[in-house]
Protein backbone atom coordinates (compact mmCIF):
# COMPACT_ATOMS: atom_id res chain seq x y z
CA UNK A 1 0.00 0.00 0.00
CA UNK A 2 1.30 3.73 -0.87
CA UNK A 3 -0.14 5.60 2.01
CA UNK A 4 -0.98 9.18 1.92
CA UNK A 5 -3.20 9.76 4.52
CA UNK A 6 -0.53 11.14 7.50
CA UNK A 7 -2.93 13.90 8.36
CA UNK A 8 -4.73 10.99 10.21
CA UNK A 9 -2.23 9.22 11.23
CA UNK A 10 1.53 8.30 10.36
CA UNK A 11 1.33 4.87 9.31
CA UNK A 12 4.93 4.16 9.55
CA UNK A 13 6.76 4.93 12.40
CA UNK A 14 10.40 5.21 12.87
CA UNK A 15 12.03 1.49 14.41
CA UNK A 16 12.63 3.32 17.24
CA UNK A 17 9.33 4.03 18.56
CA UNK A 18 8.05 0.28 18.25
CA UNK A 19 11.19 -0.72 20.07
CA UNK A 20 10.70 1.84 22.69
CA UNK A 21 6.90 -0.03 23.12
CA UNK A 22 8.53 -3.24 22.88
CA UNK A 23 10.84 -2.47 25.13
CA UNK A 24 8.38 -0.41 27.98
CA UNK A 25 6.23 -3.61 27.67
CA UNK A 26 8.79 -5.34 29.11
CA UNK A 27 10.23 -3.54 31.76
CA UNK A 28 7.61 -0.95 32.53
CA UNK A 29 4.76 -0.72 35.52
CA UNK A 30 3.01 1.85 36.42
CA UNK A 31 4.69 5.32 37.31
CA UNK A 32 4.43 7.15 40.57
CA UNK A 33 2.78 4.00 41.88
CA UNK A 34 5.63 2.23 43.79
CA UNK A 35 8.93 2.09 44.67
CA UNK A 36 10.46 -1.18 43.59
CA UNK A 37 12.63 -0.44 40.36
CA UNK A 38 10.34 -1.05 37.24
CA UNK A 39 7.53 1.82 39.03
CA UNK A 40 10.87 4.52 39.76
CA UNK A 41 12.17 3.53 35.95
CA UNK A 42 7.99 4.18 34.38
CA UNK A 43 8.35 7.41 36.25
CA UNK A 44 11.58 8.28 35.19
CA UNK A 45 10.63 8.00 31.19
CA UNK A 46 7.54 10.08 32.01
CA UNK A 47 9.67 12.61 33.39
CA UNK A 48 11.93 12.91 30.66
CA UNK A 49 9.88 12.86 28.43
CA UNK A 50 7.87 16.00 29.95
CA UNK A 51 11.07 17.73 29.90
CA UNK A 52 12.22 16.71 26.18
CA UNK A 53 8.42 18.16 25.19
CA UNK A 54 8.94 20.92 26.93
CA UNK A 55 11.95 21.99 25.10
CA UNK A 56 10.59 20.76 22.20
CA UNK A 57 7.76 23.83 21.92
CA UNK A 58 9.84 26.20 23.75
CA UNK A 59 8.10 25.86 27.57
CA UNK A 60 10.35 26.32 30.38
CA UNK A 61 8.13 24.18 33.00
CA UNK A 62 8.09 20.40 32.58
CA UNK A 63 5.20 20.08 35.53
CA UNK A 64 3.13 21.83 33.28
CA UNK A 65 3.20 19.25 30.41
CA UNK A 66 -0.25 17.30 30.85
CA UNK A 67 -0.70 14.02 28.94
CA UNK A 68 -4.05 13.07 27.04
CA UNK A 69 -5.46 10.53 24.88
CA UNK A 70 -4.88 12.50 21.97
CA UNK A 71 -5.48 16.59 21.36
CA UNK A 72 -9.12 16.14 21.00
CA UNK A 73 -9.07 15.45 24.62
CA UNK A 74 -6.51 17.42 25.44
CA UNK A 75 -8.81 20.47 23.53
CA UNK A 76 -11.61 19.62 25.61
CA UNK A 77 -9.73 19.84 28.75
CA UNK A 78 -8.54 23.44 27.85
CA UNK A 79 -11.48 24.86 26.48
CA UNK A 80 -13.76 23.60 29.70
CA UNK A 81 -11.15 24.12 31.98
CA UNK A 82 -10.94 27.87 30.82
CA UNK A 83 -14.10 29.06 29.93
CA UNK A 84 -16.99 29.70 31.76
CA UNK A 85 -20.70 31.73 31.52
CA UNK A 86 -20.34 35.12 29.75
CA UNK A 87 -16.89 34.18 28.23
CA UNK A 88 -16.34 35.23 24.62
CA UNK A 89 -13.87 33.01 22.27
CA UNK A 90 -12.71 33.69 18.62
CA UNK A 91 -11.64 30.80 16.33
CA UNK A 92 -11.21 30.33 12.94
CA UNK A 93 -13.40 28.48 10.40
CA UNK A 94 -10.47 25.79 9.43
CA UNK A 95 -10.95 24.07 12.55
CA UNK A 96 -11.69 20.31 12.98
CA UNK A 97 -14.16 19.36 15.10
CA UNK A 98 -11.99 19.01 18.28
CA UNK A 99 -12.22 22.45 18.64
CA UNK A 100 -15.55 23.08 17.40
CA UNK A 101 -17.82 20.45 19.07
CA UNK A 102 -16.23 21.70 22.34
CA UNK A 103 -16.84 25.30 21.53
CA UNK A 104 -20.61 24.44 20.45
CA UNK A 105 -20.92 22.74 23.73
CA UNK A 106 -19.77 25.63 25.99
CA UNK A 107 -22.17 27.76 23.77
CA UNK A 108 -25.51 25.72 24.75
CA UNK A 109 -24.63 24.59 28.13
CA UNK A 110 -22.62 27.79 29.45
CA UNK A 111 -23.59 30.89 27.26
CA UNK A 112 -19.97 31.16 25.57
CA UNK A 113 -20.63 33.23 22.98
CA UNK A 114 -18.33 32.46 19.60
CA UNK A 115 -16.90 34.25 16.55
CA UNK A 116 -15.04 32.76 13.66
CA UNK A 117 -12.64 34.32 11.45
CA UNK A 118 -13.26 33.65 7.38
CA UNK A 119 -10.83 32.65 4.92
CA UNK A 120 -10.26 34.10 1.43
CA UNK A 121 -10.92 31.22 -1.75
CA UNK A 122 -7.17 30.24 -1.34
CA UNK A 123 -8.00 29.15 2.35
CA UNK A 124 -5.84 31.91 3.90
CA UNK A 125 -7.19 33.42 7.16
CA UNK A 126 -8.81 36.91 6.92
CA UNK A 127 -6.69 38.37 9.80
CA UNK A 128 -7.99 41.77 10.24
CA UNK A 129 -11.01 40.12 11.96
CA UNK A 130 -9.13 38.40 15.04
CA UNK A 131 -9.31 42.31 16.34
CA UNK A 132 -12.55 43.20 14.56
CA UNK A 133 -14.12 40.45 16.59
CA UNK A 134 -12.96 41.75 20.49
CA UNK A 135 -15.01 42.45 23.03
CA UNK A 136 -14.86 43.37 26.52
CA UNK A 137 -15.82 40.00 27.75
CA UNK A 138 -13.35 37.96 24.86
CA UNK A 139 -11.26 35.78 26.95
CA UNK A 140 -9.36 33.64 24.14
CA UNK A 141 -8.37 32.89 20.85
CA UNK A 142 -8.67 29.27 19.90
CA UNK A 143 -6.83 28.42 16.06
CA UNK A 144 -5.00 25.44 14.51
CA UNK A 145 -1.66 26.12 13.23
CA UNK A 146 -2.16 24.14 10.01
CA UNK A 147 -5.31 23.51 8.75
CA UNK A 148 -5.84 19.71 8.06
CA UNK A 149 -8.30 20.59 5.10
CA UNK A 150 -5.95 22.97 2.96
CA UNK A 151 -2.63 22.95 4.62
CA UNK A 152 -2.50 26.21 5.33
CA UNK A 153 -0.08 27.81 8.09
CA UNK A 154 -1.76 30.14 10.14
CA UNK A 155 0.68 33.17 11.33
CA UNK A 156 0.38 32.05 15.07
CA UNK A 157 2.96 34.95 15.63
CA UNK A 158 0.51 37.35 14.26
CA UNK A 159 -2.55 36.52 16.81
CA UNK A 160 0.17 35.71 19.12
CA UNK A 161 0.57 39.61 18.99
CA UNK A 162 -3.17 40.39 18.60
CA UNK A 163 -3.97 38.29 22.10
CA UNK A 164 -1.14 40.13 24.19
CA UNK A 165 -2.29 43.85 23.01
CA UNK A 166 -5.74 42.57 24.08
CA UNK A 167 -4.66 40.23 27.17
CA UNK A 168 -6.28 37.37 25.55
CA UNK A 169 -4.89 33.83 26.22
CA UNK A 170 -3.83 31.84 23.01
CA UNK A 171 -4.41 28.26 22.74
CA UNK A 172 -3.02 26.68 19.55
CA UNK A 173 -4.15 23.44 18.34
CA UNK A 174 -0.91 22.08 17.09
CA UNK A 175 -2.34 18.51 15.67
CA UNK A 176 -0.86 18.76 12.36
CA UNK A 177 2.29 21.15 12.88
CA UNK A 178 3.66 19.17 15.89
CA UNK A 179 6.63 17.15 14.88
CA UNK A 180 7.15 18.90 11.11
CA UNK A 181 8.04 22.42 12.30
CA UNK A 182 9.13 24.63 14.25
CA UNK A 183 7.37 25.49 17.82
CA UNK A 184 8.77 27.97 20.25
CA UNK A 185 5.34 29.09 22.62
CA UNK A 186 7.44 32.10 23.74
CA UNK A 187 8.65 33.71 21.24
CA UNK A 188 5.16 32.93 19.41
CA UNK A 189 3.03 33.99 22.14
CA UNK A 190 1.21 30.77 22.99
CA UNK A 191 -0.03 30.16 26.33
CA UNK A 192 -1.46 27.08 25.77
CA UNK A 193 -0.84 24.54 23.14
CA UNK A 194 -2.11 21.09 22.41
CA UNK A 195 -1.04 18.20 20.68
CA UNK A 196 -1.14 14.97 19.55
CA UNK A 197 1.49 12.22 19.10
CA UNK A 198 -0.07 9.44 16.53
CA UNK A 199 0.58 12.29 13.45
CA UNK A 200 3.76 14.22 12.58
CA UNK A 201 5.27 13.10 16.27
CA UNK A 202 5.92 9.64 15.29
CA UNK A 203 4.16 8.31 17.75
CA UNK A 204 1.54 5.74 18.64
CA UNK A 205 -2.38 6.14 19.09
CA UNK A 206 -3.58 6.83 22.10
CA UNK A 207 -0.95 9.92 22.81
CA UNK A 208 -0.90 13.62 23.41
CA UNK A 209 -0.98 16.42 25.75
CA UNK A 210 -1.14 20.01 26.41
CA UNK A 211 1.84 22.38 27.31
CA UNK A 212 1.16 25.07 29.60
CA UNK A 213 3.15 28.35 29.36
CA UNK A 214 2.73 30.51 32.12
CA UNK A 215 0.69 30.66 35.21
CA UNK A 216 -3.06 29.68 33.80
CA UNK A 217 -5.20 27.16 36.36
CA UNK A 218 -7.32 24.95 34.46
CA UNK A 219 -10.24 23.56 36.45
CA UNK A 220 -10.24 19.84 36.81
CA UNK A 221 -11.25 17.38 34.02
CA UNK A 222 -11.99 14.25 35.71
CA UNK A 223 -10.73 13.16 39.58
CA UNK A 224 -9.26 9.94 40.80
CA UNK A 225 -6.13 7.89 41.51
CA UNK A 226 -2.82 9.86 41.83
CA UNK A 227 -0.20 8.21 43.64
CA UNK A 228 -0.19 11.21 46.00
CA UNK A 229 -2.44 12.59 48.50
CA UNK A 230 -4.62 10.01 48.41
CA UNK A 231 -6.10 11.42 51.99
CA UNK A 232 -7.41 14.22 50.50
CA UNK A 233 -10.64 14.11 49.26
CA UNK A 234 -9.73 16.59 46.43
CA UNK A 235 -7.83 16.23 43.12
CA UNK A 236 -4.20 17.46 44.15
CA UNK A 237 -4.15 21.06 42.72
CA UNK A 238 -0.52 21.02 41.55
CA UNK A 239 0.60 20.23 38.00
CA UNK A 240 0.70 17.70 36.11
CA UNK A 241 -1.43 15.77 38.81
CA UNK A 242 -4.39 18.40 38.65
CA UNK A 243 -4.79 16.93 35.04
CA UNK A 244 -3.77 13.52 35.01
CA UNK A 245 -5.75 11.11 36.97
CA UNK A 246 -5.38 7.68 36.41
CA UNK A 247 -2.76 5.61 35.11
CA UNK A 248 -1.07 6.74 31.97
CA UNK A 249 -0.45 5.40 28.88
CA UNK A 250 2.88 4.41 30.00
CA UNK A 251 3.67 2.36 26.93
CA UNK A 252 1.87 5.15 24.73
CA UNK A 253 4.58 7.69 26.29
CA UNK A 254 7.59 5.42 25.31
CA UNK A 255 6.93 5.56 22.24
CA UNK A 256 6.22 9.12 22.06
CA UNK A 257 9.21 9.95 23.90
CA UNK A 258 11.21 7.86 21.03
CA UNK A 259 9.37 9.65 18.26
CA UNK A 260 10.45 12.95 19.93
CA UNK A 261 14.71 11.91 20.13
CA UNK A 262 13.94 10.67 16.62
CA UNK A 263 13.19 13.79 15.64
CA UNK A 264 15.48 15.29 16.83
CA UNK A 265 18.30 13.53 15.71
CA UNK A 266 16.87 13.90 12.15
CA UNK A 267 16.10 17.69 12.77
CA UNK A 268 12.19 19.40 12.07
CA UNK A 269 13.54 21.70 9.04
CA UNK A 270 15.45 18.38 7.31
CA UNK A 271 11.69 16.76 7.98
CA UNK A 272 9.82 19.42 5.92
CA UNK A 273 12.20 20.02 3.70
CA UNK A 274 11.39 16.35 2.76
CA UNK A 275 8.08 16.53 3.18
CA UNK A 276 7.93 20.46 1.26
CA UNK A 277 9.94 18.36 -1.98
CA UNK A 278 7.17 15.86 -2.12
CA UNK A 279 4.08 18.02 -2.32
CA UNK A 280 6.08 19.96 -4.78
CA UNK A 281 6.90 17.06 -6.92
CA UNK A 282 3.15 15.82 -6.73
CA UNK A 283 1.51 19.31 -7.12
CA UNK A 284 3.68 20.32 -10.28
CA UNK A 285 3.08 16.58 -11.58
CA UNK A 286 -0.74 17.14 -11.19
CA UNK A 287 -1.87 20.67 -11.45
CA UNK A 288 -1.91 21.03 -15.36
CA UNK A 289 -4.53 17.72 -15.40
CA UNK A 290 -8.06 19.55 -17.24
CA UNK A 291 -10.29 20.13 -14.57
CA UNK A 292 -8.51 20.43 -11.42
CA UNK A 293 -9.22 22.41 -8.42
CA UNK A 294 -6.93 23.14 -5.71
CA UNK A 295 -8.12 24.14 -2.23
CA UNK A 296 -5.15 26.26 -1.11
CA UNK A 297 -2.55 28.86 -2.09
CA UNK A 298 -0.78 27.37 -4.92
CA UNK A 299 1.70 30.23 -4.96
CA UNK A 300 3.15 29.21 -2.04
CA UNK A 301 4.40 26.08 -3.90
CA UNK A 302 6.54 28.40 -6.33
CA UNK A 303 10.17 28.58 -3.86
CA UNK A 304 12.59 26.00 -3.23
CA UNK A 305 11.30 22.96 -1.04
CA UNK A 306 13.12 24.60 1.94
CA UNK A 307 11.26 27.39 1.85
CA UNK A 308 7.74 26.93 1.62
CA UNK A 309 5.57 27.59 4.14
CA UNK A 310 3.01 25.05 3.81
CA UNK A 311 1.66 21.88 5.84
CA UNK A 312 2.30 18.28 4.13
CA UNK A 313 -0.99 18.88 2.68
CA UNK A 314 -2.16 18.88 -0.96
CA UNK A 315 -6.23 19.05 -1.82
CA UNK A 316 -8.06 19.37 -4.89
CA UNK A 317 -10.94 17.90 -5.98
CA UNK A 318 -10.62 16.63 -10.10
CA UNK A 319 -13.41 17.90 -11.97
CA UNK A 320 -16.93 16.36 -11.34
CA UNK A 321 -15.15 13.45 -10.19
CA UNK A 322 -16.68 12.93 -5.76
CA UNK A 323 -14.05 13.06 -3.75
CA UNK A 324 -15.38 9.54 -2.18
CA UNK A 325 -15.16 8.04 -5.53
CA UNK A 326 -11.97 8.86 -7.08
CA UNK A 327 -10.62 7.78 -2.98
CA UNK A 328 -12.19 4.73 -4.12
CA UNK A 329 -10.84 3.94 -7.27
CA UNK A 330 -7.09 4.96 -5.92
CA UNK A 331 -7.97 2.44 -3.44
CA UNK A 332 -9.11 -0.27 -5.42
CA UNK A 333 -7.41 -0.21 -8.38
CA UNK A 334 -4.26 1.33 -6.83
CA UNK A 335 -3.56 0.31 -3.74
CA UNK A 336 -2.99 4.43 -2.63
CA UNK A 337 -4.88 5.63 0.70
CA UNK A 338 -6.20 8.74 0.69
CA UNK A 339 -8.74 10.81 2.42
CA UNK A 340 -11.93 12.37 1.01
CA UNK A 341 -14.93 13.90 1.88
CA UNK A 342 -15.20 16.30 4.98
CA UNK A 343 -12.44 15.77 7.09
CA UNK A 344 -14.17 16.53 10.20
CA UNK A 345 -13.88 20.21 9.39
CA UNK A 346 -17.24 21.36 7.77
CA UNK A 347 -17.22 25.57 8.38
CA UNK A 348 -13.85 24.66 5.78
CA UNK A 349 -15.97 22.96 3.53
CA UNK A 350 -18.80 25.54 4.18
CA UNK A 351 -16.43 28.27 2.54
CA UNK A 352 -15.15 26.25 -0.29
CA UNK A 353 -18.35 25.36 -1.14
CA UNK A 354 -17.25 21.46 -0.77
CA UNK A 355 -20.24 20.27 1.58
CA UNK A 356 -21.26 18.02 -1.08
CA UNK A 357 -18.69 16.79 -3.06
CA UNK A 358 -15.89 17.32 -0.12
CA UNK A 359 -12.30 17.55 -0.97
CA UNK A 360 -9.59 15.13 -1.75
CA UNK A 361 -6.85 15.48 0.27
CA UNK A 362 -3.10 13.78 -0.36
CA UNK A 363 -1.22 14.33 3.27
CA UNK A 364 2.35 12.94 3.10
CA UNK A 365 5.45 12.38 5.56
CA UNK A 366 8.66 11.52 5.87
CA UNK A 367 8.63 8.66 5.04
CA UNK A 368 6.89 8.49 1.80
CA UNK A 369 9.38 8.28 -1.10
CA UNK A 370 9.43 9.94 -4.37
CA UNK A 371 8.62 6.80 -6.26
CA UNK A 372 5.67 6.81 -4.44
CA UNK A 373 4.48 10.46 -5.43
CA UNK A 374 5.29 9.39 -9.04
CA UNK A 375 3.04 6.94 -9.01
CA UNK A 376 0.37 8.61 -7.22
CA UNK A 377 0.73 11.22 -10.46
CA UNK A 378 0.32 8.72 -12.73
CA UNK A 379 -2.99 6.78 -11.09
CA UNK A 380 -4.45 10.46 -11.16
CA UNK A 381 -4.22 11.07 -14.71
CA UNK A 382 -5.18 7.61 -15.66
CA UNK A 383 -8.52 8.27 -13.53
CA UNK A 384 -9.18 11.79 -14.87
CA UNK A 385 -8.63 10.08 -18.41
CA UNK A 386 -11.06 7.20 -17.60
CA UNK A 387 -13.52 9.86 -16.27
CA UNK A 388 -13.35 12.35 -19.53
Known amino acids: MIYFDNAATTFKKPKEVIDAINYALLNYTNSGRGAYRAALDSGRMVYETRVKL?????????????????????LNITLFGLLHKGDHVISTVTEHNSVLRPLYKLESSKGVSIDFVGIDECGRLKYDEFEKYIRPNTKAIV??????????IADIEYVGKVAKKHKLYLIVDASQSAGSINIDMTKLGIDILCFTGHKSL??????????????????????????VQSFNKCQPSEYPTRLEAGTLNIMGIAGLLAGIEFINKVGKENIHKKEMLLIKRFYEGIKDIEGIKFYFDTQ?????????????????????IPSADLADCLGEDYDIAIRAGAHCAPLIHEAFNTKEEGIARFSFSYFNTEDEVDEAIKAIKEIAVSFS
Not at 143 to 152: A, D, P, R, T
Not at 205 to 227: A, P, Q, R
Not at 311 to 317: A, E, K, L, Y
Open 300 to 320: SLECKPENIRHGSIVSFNLGK
Open 54 to 74: AAFFGSNDPSKVIFTSNATEA
Open 143 to 152: INHISNVSGE
Open 202 to 227: FGPGGTGGIVINGDILLDTFKVGGSG
